[in-house]
């Protein structure tokens, strides 16, 4: 009979970015500053285009998506990183972990493509033939 590995992973361990516990509170205070103004200014971009009829154009359209795809990215991870520092806590479970991956990989995804569309209409005018001589 041969033996196998019966061990399931339950919870995976974060090794976050310090073990010094004087560390802790400034970088706790660090990454919620730059998550706030983060999503803060993603936001004003977002309701500035949707609050102005004037910004209803194909290059804002998609610089509201951008804006909003960021605040949706960086929803994913840095909260669950605050919660851990503030907690001391370096453990997340193996559903909690599959989530945030899915989660990650969707936004990010979303954002490559969402910049692939914003180049192709800044750039399909110039691929159109013009119907005028160069002078």
Same mark, same amino acid.
């Given at each position: ?9 339950v919870?995976?361990?974060?090794l ?6 004087e560390?802790?509170? $400034? ?5 919620l500053?730059?998550?706030?103004v &983060? ?8 309701l ?6 004037h910004?209803?154009t194909?290059?804002y359209?998609?610089?509201s998506?951008?804006s909003?795809?960021?605040i949706?990215?960086? &929803? &994913?991870t840095?909260?669950r990183m605050?919660?851990? $520092?503030?907690?001391h ?6 559903a ?14 979303g954002?490559?493509?969402?910049l ?11 691929a $159109?033939?013009?119907? &005028?001589?160069?002078?």
């Amino acid at each position: 009979m041969q033996s196998e590995n019966q061990t399931d992973a339950v919870e995976f361990l974060l090794l976050g970015l310090s073990d010094d516990p004087e560390l802790q509170p $400034i970088l706790f205070g660090l990454l919620l500053s730059m998550y706030l103004v &983060t999503v803060l200014g993603n936001l004003l971009i977002f309701l500035a285009i949707f609050s102005n009829s004037h910004l209803h154009t194909p290059m804002y359209f998609f610089l509201s998506n951008l804006s909003f795809t960021d605040i949706c990215f960086t &929803t &994913t991870t840095v909260p669950r990183m605050l919660v851990n $520092i503030q907690r001391h806590s370096k453990t997340i479970s193996y559903a909690g972990c599959l989530t945030q991956v899915y989660f990650v990989l969707v936004f990010a995804g979303g954002k490559t493509f969402s910049l692939q569309q914003w180049l192709m209409t800044i750039m399909w005018p110039s691929a $159109i033939p013009s119907g &005028t001589q160069p002078s």
